[in-house]
């Protein structure tokens, strides 16, 4: 199924494993001038490099769907919340937006077109088919333009917020692997996990926030070992909980 906010790949089932990537895209709508130059689209700022072509694989095994954002980050970001100033970024990693410098009429559209129905279909995804496991995948670049001195060493990061059940399973299976696993790294989700708060924590569903540096995933090698690797520790986690 492709919508313009979002699209399904696999298919959904009830005590499936269900992998959510808010930032899978760098699509920009034909009607929608960003005002930025077009090779920032192909960057992390656009972008989560590398997770759709491994939700992609993951939405092939047996039990996996996959519910992916279909535009790009810098038209709305699906990991904030509405009212959220950086839902419809003015700037990211240094970069201006001034496409998005628009009024309150114009941030309106843009969540009514974008925002809102990326939610509402995901809300309606979960209740038709009640994952037992949901895994929030995105990517984080190696290091940020702004802040060049900050070392990212973690190949994947675990995040949470509240419900951090399905998180400590997973992360002693990744360091079981010989990765750098980051706990809250590169950034808590305490600070920044919307999407998992309102359709996993809100609905009492167990979930694993996971970051993978993107080098990992850049090429087509990576995407097939890391989509066989959270294969793998998904499918772990989920017989631990007992679900």
Request: net charge negative; charged share 25%; glycine share 8%.
């Amino acid at each position: 199924m492709i919508e313009e906010a979002f699209r399904v790949l696999g298919t959904p089932v009830v005590g499936g494993i269900l992998v959510v990537s808010d930032h899978a895209s760098n699509r920009v709508p034909d009607d929608i001038d960003l005002g930025i130059d077009p090779a920032l689209l192909d960057q992390h700022v656009a972008i989560d490099i590398g997770v759709a072509e491994v939700a992609k694989r993951l939405a092939e095994k047996s039990g996996f769907a996959a519910f992916l954002g279909n535009v790009s980050r810098l038209v709305c970001d699906f990991n904030r919340e509405e009212d959220a100033p950086a839902v419809i970024p003015h700037a990211s990693d240094g970069h201006d937006i001034p496409g998005n410098l628009f009024d309150v009429a114009g941030r309106e559209e843009r969540l009514a077109r974008f925002h809102r129905p990326y939610h509402s279909a995901l809300s309606d995804l979960i209740k038709t088919a009640p994952p037992s496991l949901i895994v929030s995948l995105h990517s984080f670049t190696p290091k940020l333009t702004t802040r060049p001195e900050e070392l990212r060493p973690w190949q994947v990061g675990i995040l949470y917020n509240e419900d951090d059940q399905a998180s400590r399973l997973a992360i002693p299976l990744l360091e079981a692997e010989g990765l750098v696993v980051g706990d809250q790294q590169p950034y808590s989700g305490k600070l920044l996990n919307a999407s998992m708060n309102l359709h996993a924590e809100g609905n009492r569903l167990p979930y694993v926030g996971v970051e993978v540096r993107q080098d990992q995933i850049a090429d087509a090698a990576g995407q097939e070992t890391w989509a066989e690797r959270l294969g793998r520790v998904a499918e772990a986690v989920r017989q631990q909980l007992g679900r």
